[in-house]
């Protein structure tokens, strides 16, 4: 089978909410979604939305306030720093050898990067990488709270990460509740995004032209299915000054998802076309907000790209692939879009 075939015989189905958008949408600029809120696509309008002022707290993905109390901005350029450290150091170390990497991604990818990043730090803080944990904000903070309230606390040391160094050095049981959210809210946004980004790339592409270079793969899954589908910004005065379509009182949901395919910036935009990247810079393509405007870039982009790389050309050596007899992948309407439970297998 040529290894252009086998991705156009598979069936991406979106949950109805975001099939909607894409059916009533693609194209569009800017149109009302809900009586309080506007939804943008065109890329002009992005842009001058997203350069009138900066994220405020709630807005944030990451570091929003933690059970009410407040992230700054300098802690969390530190906890990135931070983390980013810890996958520098993953990214040089050896990378374990004869990995079995076949079966259902994104949770297979994510459980390697969870152990290949964090694997030196107690299972307290590495049972905070849980995918389960994301079923409910409840459940995350009852794990939390039992990792705080038991004895052992960890110290720290040379053995843990950086990160992991930095929770241990808490103290009492609300600084150590404190300090575990922050470990998950650090870490766990790496390794779910990486995971699910390169499950993506495989259920669009695989198998891949072996002279195809995992940055173009991994730069057009981001295009198709970006895991950061939409960027919300509450209601502000700048917003109305920006188009007179939008109120006072509307929120503004900025929508890669549509920009994205939207034809006026793409030659064949539902076609994955890895190519199209020798020509273009990602940091400088109209419409294209994988990693957020640049005004104000995700802070995470710099580990998310080499772990993907690495990720995707472990899975690439490996010869393994999609299983041809799976020909259906659901996008549920998640906060972070992937495909879910695409099953890996070993080419024949």
Not at 208 to 225: K, Q, V
Request: with cysteine; charged share 25%; net charge positive.
């Amino acid at each position: 089978m040529p290894p252009s075939s086998a991705p156009r015989a598979r069936t991406t189905v979106f949950a109805p909410r975001l099939a909607a958008l894409i059916d009533d949408h693609l194209g569009q600029d800017l149109f009302r979604l809900e009586p309080d809120t506007i939804g943008v696509a065109g890329h002009e309008v992005a842009d001058r939305v997203l350069a009138a002022r900066r994220a405020t707290e709630t807005e944030r993905p990451t570091f929003k306030p933690l059970h009410g109390r407040s992230i700054t901005r300098t802690e969390a350029s530190t906890v990135t720093r931070t983390i980013g450290s810890d996958v520098r150091d993953a990214l040089a170390g050896p990378v374990p050898k004869d990995v079995d990497l076949t079966g259902s991604w994104p949770l297979t990818g994510h459980l390697f990067l969870r152990d290949l990043v964090l694997g030196h730090d107690p299972r307290r803080l590495r049972t905070l990488m849980s995918r389960t944990l994301e079923l409910t904000p409840k459940l995350t903070w009852s794990v939390i709270a039992v990792g705080a309230a038991l004895p052992g606390w960890p110290r720290p040391d040379d053995r843990l990460t950086a990160l992991g160094s930095r929770t241990a050095r808490a103290r009492g049981y609300q600084e150590r509740r404190y300090a575990m959210g922050m470990y998950r809210r650090a870490a766990a946004p790496v390794c779910f995004t990486v995971s699910t980004l390169v499950a993506n790339a495989l259920w669009l592409g695989s198998p891949f032209d072996a002279g195809t270079p995992n940055r173009n793969i991994i730069l057009e899954a981001l295009r198709l299915l970006p895991p950061s589908w939409n960027i919300l910004r509450n209601a502000s005065p700048e917003y109305p000054a920006v188009d007179a379509r939008i109120g006072e009182r509307d929120d503004v949901l900025l929508l890669p998802l549509l920009s994205h395919r939207d034809p006026a910036l793409w030659d064949d935009p539902g076609s994955f076309r890895p190519e199209r990247w020798d020509g273009l810079d990602p940091d400088d393509t109209p419409g294209y907000l994988p990693f957020g405007h640049s005004s104000e870039r995700c802070w995470g982009r710099h580990m998310v790209m080499p772990l993907a790389e690495l990720l995707l050309d472990l899975v690439r050596a490996a010869g393994l692939v999609v299983d041809p007899r799976q020909r259906v992948g659901k996008v549920p309407l998640l906060g972070l879009l992937g495909v879910e439970d695409v099953r890996l297998t070993r080419s024949r």
